[in-house]
């Protein structure tokens, strides 16, 4: 398997443009998260779906941030507008969850979207 | 959510073992714990996890204290690859942290050779 699939790598645009960040989890993982990462934050839990839900996007800085997961194999984040202070670098994740109390959660991270707004 | 405290940084010298501990004294009787490391310019890599014994895998160990408020993660002999920030994370099965792992500002481990 190639693992959880990023794209693009690298992003940089201009304040007030919208950007939309891919993610491709592992085939057969059912539960997928986004977070962000600076360094003054750390890495931040934005939002987590199971079984293309969202389950809780209380992380979600604000309405200008959505995300979607359309089927099991695709997820999308957007910011419009964006902002400076939204540059960070995203990560998405994936994990399989057979059900809520199945054990452990494990999850597999891609290598993240660098994203510049200026 | 529970919270975990590690220290800001530690150091080690190369082929030596290194003990990084993680302290979670609100732990719940079900809560999870994890290791994730995260290699400069990498996302988060899963290193180990455990609930009430001792764990081993072929990366690291796990000892977790006989009232689960604190964990050990043990790299047995560090090399110059596992360099990296160490995050120790507490994984709630129920209510609204399930599933959810949150992540604290870790462990940056340096190896000297």
């Known amino acids: 398997d190639a693992g959880v699939i990023q794209s693009p790598r690298h992003e940089v645009t201009e304040m007030g443009q919208e950007v939309t960040l891919r993610c491709k989890p592992i085939?057969?993982?059912?539960?997928l998260f986004w977070y962000r990462q600076t360094m003054m934050r750390g890495l931040e839990l934005l939002i987590y779906?199971?079984?293309?839900?969202?389950?809780?996007d209380s992380g979600m800085p604000e309405d200008r941030f959505s995300a979607k997961m359309p089927n099991a194999s695709f997820s999308t984040l957007k910011i419009q507008p964006s902002e400076p202070r939204d540059s960070a670098v995203y990560f998405c994740?994936?994990?399989?969850?057979?059900?809520?109390?199945?054990?452990?959660?494990?999850?597999?991270f891609g290598a993240g979207s660098r994203l510049t707004v200026l | 959510d529970a919270k975990t405290t590690q220290p800001n940084s530690m150091e080690s010298n190369e082929e030596e073992p290194v003990h990084l501990p993680c302290n979670h004294s609100?732990?719940?009787?079900?809560?999870?714990i994890h290791w994730y490391r995260q290699l400069p310019s990498q996302g988060p890599e899963y290193v180990i996890h455990?609930?009430?014994s001792n764990v081993n895998n072929r990366m690291a160990s796990l000892a977790i204290a006989e009232d689960r408020k604190s964990s050990t993660l043990i790299l047995h002999r560090a090399t110059l690859r596992d360099a990296a920030v160490y995050y120790c994370i507490l994984e709630g099965i129920y209510g609204g942290s399930q599933g959810n792992l949150i992540f604290g500002k870790g462990t940056k481990l340096s190896v000297k050779p």
């Open positions: 779906f199971n079984n293309n839900v969202p389950i809780d």
């Open positions: 609100t732990i719940s009787g079900t809560d999870y």
């Open positions: 085939s057969g993982h059912n539960s």
């Open positions: 455990g609930l009430t």
């Open positions: 994740a994936s994990s399989h969850r057979s059900s809520v109390v199945s054990g452990a959660n494990v999850l597999t």
